[in-house]
């Protein structure tokens, strides 16, 4: 082998921790051998006579393109993950990140960074922070000209570490010194927050009736903790009905949709994984922790669109398929397929996320739509229920997705802030083809999903009549006549 291959082999460890990684049932060694040798042959080819010399970070992204592109021609949710994504995928899985708890955006006027808004309840939020602030510097270093995300590197940190920022508001600028902490992505949300502590939730979509909303945008490390918070809180307010919203939810967590489903069920089957040589795991409700009971007197909605994925679609077969909560919506994604995280030597700062198992509902039907398409089958995601689809044109999944995000926004304490906090920014309008607006913003959003789920469920509750009383002893009932 010359010394431009071997040089090239030097720099692609990846690929035999790759083979090592998934190699239960690997080739032989002279056949792992051969292949890497031709990939490494093709790699010095390009490194001696391709038109530009490559830089070291150009050979490093030929060999993640390249790694990249075998897998997803294995199937669309199979990746490699470099040391930037492996962190990223690291965050979302966990739901939390440290730092000081901001959004960054960019100023129109000056071109500097600003904070879009605090996430309430972290430290730039009790510390004062509001939306539209100006981050002149970090520490010493200015912001000019600099992208959100080198400031997010230099804010970012180890926490209990402290970082000072000096932030321009109106004519003024002043230096805020912010210690660095555990920030939460929430991945739960309620109807709107409250106007006296933008970190709470007012849950009653339907406060007449009680019928409580539970929002979970994904299925992270924190979701069941907040869900069975928010569940507390509902049932405390004496709710009724619950609408748990999972439209959008692209999944995460399989653990997490688990116990999820399992927070409603006392009992049956949530889902059974399978991988390829045969093995088999069904995960069944354990009865003990099951909340908001009794389910013959409190109703159950899940809301879908097509978007819901994955863990997602855990959740809703399995309250469906076991008859506690009827699915509305939109038929799901069709995600039945499970990934794990291979991290790879030899410092584990760089991973391969593989396709190892399939997922099966309750009642023994696929979920995968890639799998129903192979085996031509229309067998595939979560249908809603009879008479309960309600299919989003493009133009309303749009406008839902900006209530969302207005949603998200949070101006700053509300005793910084005052009566006039400063406004969400403006996303840019939508138009269609024909140059109009895809909507009237002066007309409030008209969720058809939702209003299908609040009216089966006014329904189910207007049939739920008292409970018989107990006859007294010895006193005679009185008959109306």
């Known amino acids: 082998m010359t010394h431009r291959n071997l040089a090239w082999l030097l720099i692609v460890p990846g690929l035999i921790g790759l083979g090592v ?26 490194d001696a006579n391709y038109v530009r010399e490559l830089a070291p970070e150009d050979r490093q992204k030929f060999v993640e393109d390249a790694i990249g592109g075998g897998l997803r021609k294995l199937d669309p949710h199979s990746v490699y993950l470099n040391e930037r994504q492996l962190k990223e995928f690291d965050t979302e899985t966990e739901g939390s990140f440290d730092g000081v708890g901001i959004l960054l955006g960019q100023d129109e006027k000056t071109k500097r960074l600003k904070i879009s808004w605090p996430f309430a309840g972290g430290s730039a939020y009790e510390s004062g922070l509001i939306a539209n602030d100006v981050i002149v510097k970090v520490g010493d270093t200015d912001t000019r000209d600099m992208t959100a995300e080198q ?14 920022l ?20 929430h991945p739960v949300a309620g109807v709107s927050r409250r106007a006296d502590d933008p970190a709470k939730w007012n849950w009653f979509v339907d406060p007449q009736n009680k019928v409580a909303l539970i929002r979970i945008s994904s299925f992270s490390g924190l979701t069941t903790k907040e869900v069975e918070e928010a569940v507390k809180e509902i049932e405390a307010a004496g709710a009724r009905a619950l609408v748990l919203d999972l439209r959008d939810n692209p999944g995460g967590l399989l653990d997490e949709a688990t116990k999820i489903a399992d927070l409603f069920l006392t009992d049956g089957k949530i889902v059974t994984t399978k991988d390829r040589r045969g093995g088999e795991k069904t995960s069944s409700a354990r009865g003990a922790g099951t909340v908001f009971l009794p389910a013959e007197t409190k109703p159950m909605v899940v809301l879908v669109n097509r978007d819901s994925a994955s863990a997602s679609e855990i959740v809703a077969a399995a309250l469906q398929d076991n008859n ?3 699915v509305v919506g939109e038929r799901t994604y069709g995600k039945g397929s499970v990934q794990s995280v291979f991290r790879l030597a030899p410092d584990q700062k760089n991973a391969v996320k593989l396709t190892t198992q399939t997922w099966w509902r309750p009642n023994g039907k696929n979920m995968d739509k890639l799998y129903a398409e192979k085996q031509k089958i229309d067998e595939w995601g979560v249908t809603p229920n009879e008479e309960m689809t309600v299919a989003l044109t493009d133009p309303e999944l ?6 969302l995000r207005k949603l998200e926004y949070v101006a700053g304490r509300p005793d910084i802030v005052g009566p006039n906090p400063p406004p969400p920014p403006e996303l840019p309008a939508l138009k269609g083809q024909d140059g109009k607006p895809l909507w009237d913003e002066k007309k409030p959003f008209e969720d058809r999903q939702m209003d299908k789920a609040l009216d089966y469920l006014r329904k189910k ?21």
């Open 21 to 46: 990684a998934i190699g239960y049932s690997a080739p032989a060694p002279d056949q792992d051998y051969q292949l890497v040798r031709q990939f490494v042959e093709v790699m010095a080819e390009v």
């Open 151 to 164: 400031a997010s590197k230099l804010i970012k940190g180890e926490r209990g570490t402290k970082v000072t």
């Open 166 to 185: 000096t932030i321009g508001r109106g004519d003024k600028e002043f230096p805020v010194t912010l210690t660095r902490a555990r920030i939460a992505m």
């Open 324 to 326: 506690r909560a009827v």
């Open 398 to 403: 749009l406008r839902y997705r900006v209530e």
């Open 461 to 481: 509750l207007s049939g739920i009549g008292a409970a018989p009383r107990r006859p007294l002893p010895g006193v005679p009932d009185l008959v109306p006549a």
